[in-house]
């Protein structure tokens, strides 16, 4: 029970760090609560969860190795990188030229992946980050492989408490203050941080598309 504590609360702390990161999930958050939908943000956290929680059970029974192969490996970074190329250009070239903003965002259409719903598009978003599924393939496997010989109970409750609810919170957070703080947020403030967000994932794109043609070339 002390190692399990132990594990959860280590686990929680690095799962902190990676939720805060900026990302699709964080951008779409932020996007979402300019548009007034302040639960969008949790809903995307719960359809993160979902698909998460799946892969999780995979992990415990094998996946993670699968995952680590080189040919694997590459085909996910590549694939990936092109969706946050997609995204991240789009977002801040909209941000740049002031077609995104505060005022037009709350009767805005919702973009593209949000058409399929909050809770589908945090699992597309999911399944497309590269950096997502080669987290839990290195740094995530060793705790629930660590976790899961206790059982699929404990190992259930310790990815929803050290791990999910970083998630949660931090995406409900953005959600909820981007559309309450709409009033004190401000254009310029919300364009340069969408433009920020966008950035980043255009630098992202080119790092995993980047370790994902090293890694492919290594697989073939």
Excluded at 104 to 111: I, R
Aim: aromatic residues 12%.
């Amino acid at each position: 029970m002390t190692s399990l504590l132990g594990l959860g609360i280590t686990f929680w702390i690095i799962s902190l760090s990676g939720a805060l990161s900026p990302g699709p999930l964080t951008t779409l958050a932020i996007v979402e609560g300019a548009r007034g939908k302040r639960w969008n943000g949790a809903r995307l956290a719960l359809g993160h969860g979902i698909v998460e929680g799946l892969l999780v059970l995979a992990l415990a029974y094998g996946l993670g190795t699968w995952l680590r192969q080189p040919l694997v490996g590459g085909i996910i970074g590549i694939g990936g990188g092109a969706f946050l190329l997609w995204m991240g250009y789009g977002l801040a070239v909209g941000a740049w030229r002031g077609e995104l903003s505060l005022a037009q965002a709350q009767h805005s259409k919702p973009t593209a992946v949000m058409s399929l719903g909050p809770i589908a598009a945090g699992i597309l978003l999911s399944l497309s980050n590269p950096y997502w599924s080669l987290w839990w393939a290195t740094v995530g496997t060793r705790y629930i492989v660590s976790v899961s010989s206790a059982g699929l109970a404990a190992l259930g409750l310790f990815y929803l408490l050290a791990h999910w609810t970083t998630d949660l919170a931090w995406m409900a957070g953005l959600g909820w203050a981007t559309a309450t703080g709409r009033t004190w947020l401000g254009e310029r403030t919300y364009r340069a941080i969408l433009l920020v967000c966008g950035l980043f994932l255009v630098v992202m794109s080119g790092v995993f598309a980047y370790a994902g043609w090293i890694s492919l070339m290594k697989g073939l």
